[in-house]
């Protein structure tokens, strides 16, 4: 077996460098189907509460306004506090969205009945109990944190146009693959080539390739930790971009979200550690692919505050531009209608003018 191993080192580690590619590449393209059961809403009789067909329609109204690929999402009901999103909808199993319960809930009645009996999953990889919320917080806080989960329909259609965004970001779907296999691929050419050149021994050839390897996966992993400050600020701006009611609905998304977190601060355990005082996320849960562990480390991303600004100052971008743009029309409009009125004034002109003038030749005529 040892001798086996020693011989085909070299074969192995290409086997597990294109098999582990191959499979990241499958699972994060076609993860929507791997991991959407682990989102589903459950009732407490452990099956999944779907959408009504008014439910999916409306939440499909808004794909209207997509001149591509609106018909390449579907959509479910997830027991997260956030909306969230799987798939690429440029593919073939197209992308998939989980609408949460404040999607759902119009008022302080609906929260009652919709909010899931295990209480909410997946925050911060941690799951929020009703028995934590009640025990936690004051009445006044629960009534705070029910309201907080109340949406008016801007603010629904920008979290809708976030998660749509985020699925038509090439980058983080296809992109991120490609430098995964361009990493793990140079690091083994590169350990290949070296060792045959300087003709390691068995022992150093293995140290070689672990090191390279080792190096391939940091480089991968710092590469998604650098990216996601400037994925969130795209989703964003593209988010606004699709219309002045998603723009508008921006500011009350993150201003509630944040009052949400800063309930959420005194019911998490270590939750002064998680999130600060303003509610923003000072950590975050990275999860081990393939498993169900997780860990965590400092936030990467960009504050909810700052998302917040941004998108503040998006929406005035966006007011000022349709000012100018209906500045632009009155001004077209008032230069044609001078125009007008200079033509019907000349038009008035040259009439007198013809009518004096024939008067004149009248007059000069012999009788």
């Known amino acids: 077996m040892y001798r086996f191993l020693r011989e085909n080192s070299q074969f192995i580690a290409a086997t597990l460098v294109a098999g582990y590619v191959g499979t990241s590449v499958t699972y994060k393209i076609n993860k929507g189907d791997l991991l959407r059961e682990n989102y589903e809403f459950l009732t407490k009789k452990n099956t999944y509460l779907g959408l009504s067909i008014k439910e999916e329609e409306n939440a499909k109204k808004f794909l209207y306004r997509l001149n591509d690929y609106e018909k390449n999402y579907e959509f479910f009901r997830s027991n997260t506090l956030d909306f969230i999103s799987f798939g690429f909808n440029k593919t073939r199993n197209g992308a998939q969205i989980g609408l949460p319960l404040s999607y759902f809930a119009n008022s302080k009645s609906e929260i009652c009945e919709l909010i899931p009996e295990n209480g909410f999953e997946h925050f911060l990889g941690q799951t929020i109990s009703l028995e934590n919320l009640n025990q936690k917080l004051t009445s006044e806080q629960i009534e705070n944190f029910n309201n907080s989960l109340i949406l008016s329909q801007d603010a629904k259609l920008f979290a809708l146009a976030r998660e749509v965004a985020n699925t038509q970001n090439f980058f983080r779907s296809i992109i991120e693959n490609i430098i995964e296999f361009s990493c793990l691929f140079i690091a083994y050419w590169f350990s290949y080539v070296f060792s045959r050149g300087y003709k390691f021994q068995y022992l150093q050839r293995k140290r070689l390739y672990v090191f390279s390897g080792l190096t391939a996966l940091s480089i991968i992993f710092s ?145």
């Open 223 to 367: 590469s998604k930790l650098i990216t996601k400050k400037i994925l969130e600020e795209s989703n964003d701006s593209k988010a606004c971009q699709m219309g002045l009611d998603c723009c508008e609905g921006s500011i009350e998304f993150y201003d509630k979200e944040l009052e949400r977190n800063r309930l959420l601060r005194l019911v998490l355990p270590d939750g002064e550690k998680l999130i600060d005082s303003e509610g923003n996320i000072m950590k975050q849960s990275v999860h081990l692919p393939f498993t169900n562990y997780y860990f965590y480390m400092n936030n990467t991303g960009i504050k909810l505050t700052e998302r917040r600004e941004n998108c503040r100052k998006e929406l005035i971008k966006m007011i000022q531009k349709l000012s100018d743009q209906f500045d632009a029309e009155q001004t077209k409009k008032f230069q044609e209608s001078t125009e007008s009125i200079e033509e019907s004034t000349n038009n008035k002109e040259l009439k007198i003018f013809k009518a004096i003038r024939l008067q004149l030749e009248n007059l000069s005529r012999p009788k």
